[in-house]
């Protein structure tokens, strides 16, 4: 067992308390006050520091809920069949397609042209157990 894992071992053999999800939960409830504590309190150099953090960590957020966003979404294409034919090529953009399938050809393609520029390794040859473990002789036998 690692040194560090005693914490983890004590759990698993006392269990932790009744309350134990609870007091979690305040926890990360009270960490927004202390949050904006430290931005209104911060002054200069370390007040810069930590609003650039948040800033990014705000960039983070959106990004995450854009992304989440998108792939719900589903394009619309006309339900009804028309009269006149279509080609076989236009036939999978008339119905509704997700953005995840969308964004994954995307990378497939982007996999794909990746593909053809990367260079193959060279094939290793197997050497026998004799070859690896004989006995080299070189130069003359020792005088003693």
Same mark, same amino acid.
């Given at each position: 067992m690692?040194q560090?894992e005693?914490?983890e071992?004590?759990t698993?053999e006392?269990?932790?308390?009744?309350?134990?999800e609870?007091?979690?939960?305040k926890k990360?409830?009270?960490e927004?006050h202390r949050?904006?504590k430290? !931005?209104?309190k911060?002054?200069g150099?370390?007040?810069k520091?930590?609003? $650039?953090?948040?800033h +990014? @960590?705000k960039i983070?957020m959106?990004?995450?809920?854009?992304?989440?966003?998108?792939?719900n979404?589903?394009?619309?294409?006309?339900?009804?069949?028309?009269?006149n034919p279509?080609?076989q090529?236009?036939?999978d953009? !008339?119905q509704?397609?997700?953005a995840k399938?969308?964004s994954?050809?995307? $990378?497939n393609?982007? +996999? @794909?042209k990746a593909a053809?520029?990367s260079?193959?390794?060279p094939?290793?040859k197997?050497?026998?157990?004799?070859e690896?473990?004989k006995?080299?002789?070189?130069?003359s036998?020792?005088?003693?």
């Amino acid at each position: 067992m690692p040194q560090n894992e005693y914490i983890e071992r004590w759990t698993k053999e006392h269990g932790r308390r009744l309350d134990h999800e609870e007091r979690t939960r305040k926890k990360s409830a009270r960490e927004a006050h202390r949050v904006s504590k430290d !931005s209104q309190k911060l002054v200069g150099l370390r007040a810069k520091l930590y609003q $650039k953090k948040r800033h +990014n @960590e705000k960039i983070q957020m959106k990004k995450q809920i854009r992304q989440k966003q998108e792939s719900n979404v589903k394009s619309a294409g006309p339900q009804e069949p028309s009269s006149n034919p279509i080609p076989q090529y236009l036939l999978d953009r !008339s119905q509704p397609t997700n953005a995840k399938a969308l964004s994954s050809a995307i $990378k497939n393609k982007r +996999n @794909e042209k990746a593909a053809k520029f990367s260079v193959p390794l060279p094939k290793v040859k197997g050497i026998s157990e004799e070859e690896m473990f004989k006995v080299v002789k070189t130069g003359s036998v020792p005088c003693y």
